[in-house]
């Protein structure tokens, strides 16, 4: 098992240590799989219970991921589904915070491990320290601080400003008329004022993490008009402070904030490309059909650039058989036309080096670009490498693509795959298994081109 260590990738992802019943008995997540897993081999590591899991172990495997924060997800997951027995932590551990918002007599804006209680959510975020100091910060700037204090007068938190004060209101029942926004105001003397306060800082804060900045300007100014215009001189005066200090604090959320959707990542990375092997009928079946192909493909080759300020140019073929990496297809290509970057070129001549044998072709190469990078490659198969090959990339009679050699691209910013088909573009949904697949080829070619460039810098930095 040392020696497969070897062959492990410089990349972020999990790895498991399987034992003779090909069950996982432990795993892990890493920044660097090659590193991470070579240090359980280390002869300076001498800790019992990692010789026992070798003694045990009898295979290793690893799952690449795109980066530190999915390898975290998909450990979790699969801890919780595998229950590897070398692996405690994580087994009935929540690894994410949501920002919550209650439906209680009184709403609060709370930061919360999971969703036992009944509210509007957000997140899941998988960096709870972050997570923590944007809800602090929210709480302070706009007063959100419930206490569970009951003094008339208030709390000190209150008289320095970091209260919402609701510790000068006691509980009545018209309120929870009040704060579930349907309506009814009942009199409340001066607690009245203060809920509605309250309640209006919750809909600034719940519009800021929604991220609706531009529609949330547009309702305050509304509202401080409409405030002038009713002599509601106290509440027109908040309403410009809230306005006055907006763009700051929508400033420190963009740099700070993202509420990531990570349900649909933890989709995607556990439904790996490796695990299509169990229906690959399927998945090609599905991509004969999206991509209108006369046949199912079965073989599919990515190509991937990667340059550092136009130097150490290199390029990375690898191809996948029925969604399985098919590694000793796997090619890295040293740019030799070029001096300077030159993606489309540098395209051309890695496409026509790795086809100079027509047996070669496989089913489809995806392209990692846009719709430029696809029009460079798409004809070079039948002008430069098969000239008979005349069905490569183009209709047949009744309007379905040959299913060898087709070319396609994939564009990383809204994943838009351009093809003979989708001239246009057409968006990719990471919750189809044809937008899985295809987006993970692609991540896959790009982290293999990236490892080759920083071993080229490294080896020319070390001369």
């Given at each position: 098992?040392k020696n497969k260590v070897k062959?492990?990738?410089?990349?972020?992802?999990?790895?498991?240590?399987?034992?003779?019943?090909?069950?996982?008995?432990?795993?892990?997540?890493?920044?660097?799989?090659?590193?991470?897993?070579?240090?359980?081999?280390?002869?300076?590591?001498?800790?019992?219970?990692?010789?026992?899991?070798?003694d045990e172990s009898v295979d290793?495997?690893?799952?690449?991921?795109?980066?530190?924060?999915?390898?975290?997800?998909?450990?979790?997951?699969?801890?919780?589904?595998?229950?590897?027995?070398?692996?405690?932590?994580?087994?009935?551990?929540?690894?994410?915070?949501?920002?919550?918002?209650?439906?209680?007599?009184?709403?609060?804006?709370?930061?919360?491990?999971?969703?036992?209680?009944r509210g509007e959510y957000f997140?899941?975020?998988?960096?709870?320290?972050?997570?923590?100091?944007?809800?602090?910060?929210?709480?302070?700037?706009?007063?959100?601080?419930?206490?569970?204090?009951?003094?008339?007068?208030?709390?000190?938190?209150?008289?320095?400003?970091?209260?919402?004060?609701?510790?000068?209101?006691?509980?009545?029942?018209?309120?929870?008329?009040?704060?579930?926004?349907?309506?009814?105001?009942?009199?409340?003397?001066?607690?009245?004022?203060?809920?509605?306060?309250?309640?209006?800082?919750?809909?600034?804060?719940?519009?800021?993490?929604?991220?609706?900045?531009?529609?949330?300007?547009?309702?305050?100014?509304?509202?401080?008009?409409?405030?002038?215009?009713?002599?509601?001189?106290?509440?027109?005066?908040?309403?410009?402070?809230?306005?006055?200090?907006?763009?700051?604090?929508?400033?420190?959320?963009?740099?700070?904030?993202?509420?990531?959707?990570?349900?649909?990542?933890?989709?995607?990375?556990?439904?790996?490309?490796?695990?299509?092997?169990?229906?690959?009928?399927?998945?090609?079946?599905?991509?004969?059909?999206?991509?209108?192909?006369?046949?199912?493909?079965?073989?599919?080759?990515?190509?991937?650039?990667?340059?550092?300020?136009?130097?150490?140019?290199?390029?990375?073929?690898?191809?996948?058989?029925?969604?399985?990496?098919?590694?000793?297809?796997?090619?890295?290509?040293?740019?030799?036309?070029?001096?300077?970057?030159?993606?489309?070129?540098?395209?051309?001549?890695?496409?026509?080096?790795?086809?100079?044998?027509?047996?070669?072709?496989?089913?489809?190469?995806?392209?990692?670009?846009?719709?430029?990078?696809?029009?460079?490659?798409?004809?070079?198969?039948?002008?430069?490498?098969?000239?008979?090959?005349?069905?490569?990339?183009?209709?047949?009679?009744?309007?379905?693509?040959?299913?060898?050699?087709?070319?396609?691209?994939?564009?990383?910013?809204?994943?838009?795959?351009?093809?003979?088909?989708?001239?246009?573009?057409?968006?990719?949904?990471?919750?189809?298994?044809?937008?899985?697949?295809?987006?993970?080829?692609?991540?896959?070619?790009?982290?293999?081109?990236?490892?080759?460039?920083?071993?080229?810098?490294?080896?020319?930095?070390?001369?």
């Amino acid at each position: 098992m040392k020696n497969k260590v070897k062959t492990f990738p410089k990349l972020p992802g999990i790895y498991t240590f399987k034992d003779k019943d090909n069950n996982i008995i432990c795993l892990g997540k890493a920044k660097s799989l090659k590193h991470r897993v070579s240090s359980y081999f280390a002869k300076y590591n001498k800790d019992w219970k990692i010789q026992q899991l070798i003694d045990e172990s009898v295979d290793i495997d690893f799952i690449i991921t795109k980066n530190e924060e999915e390898a975290l997800l998909l450990e979790a997951q699969l801890i919780r589904e595998k229950k590897p027995k070398y692996n405690v932590l994580l087994k009935h551990g929540q690894p994410f915070v949501y920002f919550m918002f209650s439906h209680t007599e009184l709403q609060e804006f709370k930061i919360v491990r999971n969703k036992k209680e009944r509210g509007e959510y957000f997140g899941p975020f998988l960096k709870k320290q972050e997570a923590r100091k944007i809800w602090e910060f929210l709480t302070r700037k706009f007063k959100l601080k419930i206490c569970n204090q009951k003094i008339p007068t208030g709390c000190l938190n209150y008289h320095i400003g970091n209260c919402a004060g609701m510790c000068r209101i006691p509980v009545h029942p018209a309120v929870p008329a009040i704060a579930s926004g349907d309506g009814r105001e009942q009199d409340l003397g001066e607690s009245k004022g203060d809920i509605a306060e309250h309640l209006l800082r919750l809909k600034i804060v719940k519009e800021l993490l929604s991220q609706n900045y531009d529609q949330l300007k547009k309702d305050l100014e509304q509202e401080f008009k409409s405030a002038m215009q009713e002599l509601k001189f106290e509440r027109a005066k908040n309403l410009h402070e809230y306005l006055q200090n907006l763009d700051s604090v929508i400033t420190y959320l963009k740099i700070f904030y993202t509420e990531t959707k990570y349900a649909n990542e933890v989709s995607f990375i556990s439904s790996d490309i490796c695990n299509e092997v169990e229906t690959p009928n399927l998945i090609n079946k599905k991509l004969q059909e999206f991509l209108n192909l006369e046949n199912a493909p079965v073989t599919i080759d990515c190509f991937d650039i990667s340059h550092f300020q136009s130097r150490y140019i290199v390029g990375s073929c690898v191809r996948f058989k029925n969604g399985i990496p098919e590694k000793n297809k796997f090619r890295r290509f040293k740019i030799k036309t070029l001096d300077t970057q030159n993606d489309y070129a540098a395209l051309q001549e890695i496409v026509s080096r790795r086809y100079k044998d027509p047996n070669e072709i496989p089913d489809i190469i995806l392209i990692d670009g846009g719709k430029g990078q696809l029009n460079a490659v798409k004809n070079l198969l039948r002008s430069t490498v098969r000239p008979d090959l005349s069905a490569i990339a183009l209709a047949t009679g009744d309007g379905a693509l040959a299913s060898r050699g087709v070319f396609i691209s994939l564009a990383k910013r809204e994943e838009t795959l351009f093809s003979p088909n989708h001239p246009d573009g057409i968006r990719l949904d990471l919750q189809t298994e044809v937008g899985r697949l295809l987006i993970s080829i692609r991540d896959y070619a790009h982290h293999f081109a990236i490892n080759y460039h920083r071993e080229k810098r490294l080896k020319n930095s070390t001369k």
